[in-house]
């Protein structure tokens, strides 16, 4: 691990300023996703800003009927919230199908949302990455690339998002909230909010320099049944090989996330749409345009096997 500074900081926009007056800086939370890229010296910030003193730890009803979530509230604490098990059953489940119990302790809503991916070669150092190293190339195109990227991808990179998290704030619209260095806030729905790699793969999401989250926010709820199914080598502590997120109402209308299968939570709108005609017609035009590699062209299967079994069970 390299050397640097460290600082607490004292407010949102005093946390801003000092990321944006050091090009080296990053804010530190949880740091369950951090730490372990400074050892790899896979990131190597020169200061560290720990924000966890700023009181963005509380779940808060908003005056429309939502739930506004700090950005420091722990994973643990969210997925057991009285209210979000009641009317964001898909939020806890998420949650809970991720990392450990351990690791939910620690990690918070911004860092879930900001976790770097969890590709082989980019944890590799010795390997090139487009995402670690711009321009150096994709070890995954033409590697090994079974838990790779299906749809959204680009020349430039075919890694997926992590976070179990997200596909749920995606399927329910989450909002998030950020502060700028010039004490400005702003608003961006979390379809906005990550994005596609194109060949740019090292920029991950629409965070300016210094930017800071500090809270997420849940439209009122919106009912229907709340499943979450995650299909993985192994029973726990997995990433996704596929992941489905959905709210499926009585009539068969609702909506759709998915995981696994591409650089940001992927959920089409207009593919919805086909929910009452069962999960081959969604897939289609959830996929439209994949691009699988011959070591996972089966995702495409797996995420219409899925979805179909997570309309039977919201059918009973």
């Known amino acids: 691990m390299k050397p640097f500074s460290y600082e607490r900081a004292t407010s949102a926009e005093q946390a801003a300023n000092a990321a944006a007056a050091n090009d080296g ?48 509230v722990r994973n643990t604490d969210l997925a057991a919230d009285e209210r979000i098990r009641r009317d964001y059953g898909l939020l806890s489940r998420a949650l809970l199908a991720g990392a450990s119990g351990q690791l939910r302790n620690k990690a918070t809503t911004a860092g879930n949302l900001l976790q770097r991916t969890r590709c082989p070669y980019f ?29 959204g991808v680009s020349d430039a990179c075919i890694a997926t998002h ?92 609702g909506r759709v996330a998915v995981g696994g299968v591409a650089h940001k939570p992927w959920r ?7 929910l009452p005609n069962g999960a081959r017609a969604v897939t289609q035009k959830l996929l439209a345009g994949a691009h699988p590699t011959e070591q996972n062209a089966f ?3 797996l995420v219409e096997r899925t979805l ?5 069970q919201a059918r009973g």
């Open 123 to 151: 944890y590799d150092t010795n390997q090139p990455c487009n995402k670690r190293q711009p321009g150096s190339g994709c070890s995954a195109i033409g590697g090994f690339s079974r838990q790779h990227a299906v749809v």
């Open 162 to 253: 992590p976070s179990d998290m997200a596909i749920a704030m995606r399927a329910l619209d989450a909002v998030v909230e950020t502060v700028r260095p010039d004490g400005t806030k702003r608003s961006v729905p979390i379809a906005d909010f990550h994005r596609l790699p194109a060949d740019t793969p090292n920029i991950e999401n629409i965070l300016e320099h210094g930017e800071l989250i500090v809270a997420v926010v849940l439209p009122k709820p919106v009912g229907g049944k709340h499943i979450y199914r995650k299909v993985r080598d192994r029973a726990s502590y997995a990433f996704a090989l596929v992941s489905v997120g959905a709210v499926i109402h009585e009539d068969g209308t």
């Open 308 to 312: 179909g079994a997570v309309i039977a």
């Open 25 to 72: 800086a990053k804010f530190i939370a949880g740091g369950t996703n951090l730490l372990d890229l400074m050892k790899l010296q896979i990131e190597t910030p020169t200061h560290l800003i720990d924000v966890n003193g700023l009181g963005f730890d509380r779940i808060e009803a908003t005056p429309e009927g939502g739930l506004r979530i700090g950005a420091l």
């Open 299 to 301: 995702k495409v299967t």
């Open 268 to 274: 089409v709108e207009a593919a919805e749409a086909e």
